[in-house]
């Protein structure tokens, strides 16, 4: 999203609610029990996520303030891993075993509960073998200024980004409307009013 | 007015209006914009993209790039064809800084926003120096937002401002 060089990306949003006492320790405490963590062997297809520092999606340690938190800018990235198998590959495969095992008990037909169990050992080798997808958000979040950008316009990929900042932070992340520059909400009031202008204007 | 649950509303006619006036009232006068306290006086123009849609649809169904964008016979026939403008390439100078930025779609996502390079060393200072720089650009914008509010919700925006923007559009103004 370009936080350290290059152009600079995101969807806004306004960060409401309160902030605790002593949030940089409270945040320092929450990220560390909410970080990204290495699946045990065996994953399986579910989705894993947790925070990670923006400099590595592999520094999952956020004791030291000095990595993620710049005066009163937060520095966060959002890791989420998730194991695919090739679909098409893995019902080929499939089925030539169900054939294997008909042919070596002289059957025509595989029981139900037997293909199951084929499969359930076939997708257990491969996801056993495989690498995840991974999947880095990164979000620049200024605790004073109560915003944050975020580095997707993905919606899936931001409702999962909110609900986890609410988790850990227990802050709502409200998606910011142009309406928010305006001063007052008489001035909010006084725009909406309006009727939209003719399509050749630009209005819809 | 109520606040919606997720805050304030998103209404795309007021981005689409807010764009176009962009473009005119940059090409009216000169680019050079008062915006009063705490902004001041600032350059903005339309750089090199727009983007159109349909005002039925969400998707982007024209776009024009280059330098002459905005100057460009088919963007002006896009408006008057009845497309709405999605999102503009915005260029900016204020004092002896300069920005772009890609305002875009209906909730005037700041994207592609190009910082002066004012701090290029060390990763804190960097850092630092990007918001600032990125919050300033975010002031300038309200600015310009506020400053079309105020026009749209005055009487001159029906008296003075459509029969100019329409003069405009079809290219006698």
Redesign the interface.
């Known amino acids: 999203m370009g936080i350290l060089s290059g152009a600079l990306s995101g969807a806004r949003f306004r960060v409401e609610g309160d902030l605790p006492a002593g949030f940089r320790g409270v945040f320092r405490d929450r990220l560390n029990a909410t970080a990204f963590q290495e699946p045990p062997q065996g994953q399986g297809k579910e989705e894993v996520e947790g925070w990670v520092l923006t400099q590595n999606l592999l520094d999952t340690d956020f004791t030291d303030l000095n990595r993620w938190l710049i005066q009163d800018y937060a520095l966060l990235a959002l890791r989420v891993d998730k194991k695919r198998l090739p679909a098409r590959l893995f019902r080929a495969t499939l089925e030539k075993r169900v054939q294997v095992w008909c042919a070596e008990r002289g059957l025509e037909r595989c029981p139900a509960a037997v293909k199951n169990e084929l499969k359930d050992n076939l997708e257990a080798e491969w996801l056993a073998r495989s690498l995840p997808s991974v999947g880095v958000t990164e979000a620049v979040w200024s605790i004073e200024g109560r915003y944050l950008v975020l580095g997707t316009h993905s919606e899936s990929t931001t409702d999962r980004f909110r609900k986890r900042f609410l988790q850990t932070f227990g802050l709502h992340l409200v998606p910011w409307s142009p309406l928010d520059w305006l001063a007052t909400s008489a001035d909010v009031e006084a725009l909406i009013a309006q009727v939209p202008a003719d399509v050749s204007l630009g209005g819809a | ?1 109520a606040e919606a649950k ?15 006036w962009l473009w005119w009232a940059s090409e009216q006068q000169s680019g050079r914009f008062d915006l009063g306290d705490p902004v001041g006086a600032v350059d903005a123009w339309i750089d090199d993209r727009l983007a159109f849609r349909l ?2 649809e969400t998707r982007v169904s024209a776009i024009m790039t280059g330098d002459d964008a905005p100057d460009a016979m088919e963007s002006r026939a896009a ?7 999605n999102e503009l390439r915005l260029a900016i100078k204020r004092d002896d800084r300069e920005f772009s930025v890609t305002l875009k779609g209906p ?9 002066p390079a004012m701090v290029t060393e060390g ?2 200072e ?3 120096e ?2 600032h720089l ?2 300033e650009l975010c002031l300038i ?2 600015g310009l ?2 400053h079309y ?2 026009v ?2 005055s009487p001159a ?1 029906e008296v003075d401002v ?1 029969p100019a ?2 003069r405009w ?1 079809v290219g006698e103004g």
């Not at chain 2, 997720?6 to 764009?19: K, M, Q, R």
């Not at chain 2, 408006?79 to 709405?84: C, I, M, N």
């Open positions: 007015m997720d805050g304030l509303p998103i209404l795309p006619h007021v981005a689409g209006e807010f764009y176009v005002p039925s408006l008057a064809g009845g497309k709405v403008v909730a005037m996502h700041l994207g592609q926003a190009k910082l990763g804190e960097v850092v630092f990007r918001m990125y919050e914008v309200a937002f506020r509010a105020a749209r919700a925006w459509v923007l329409r559009v």
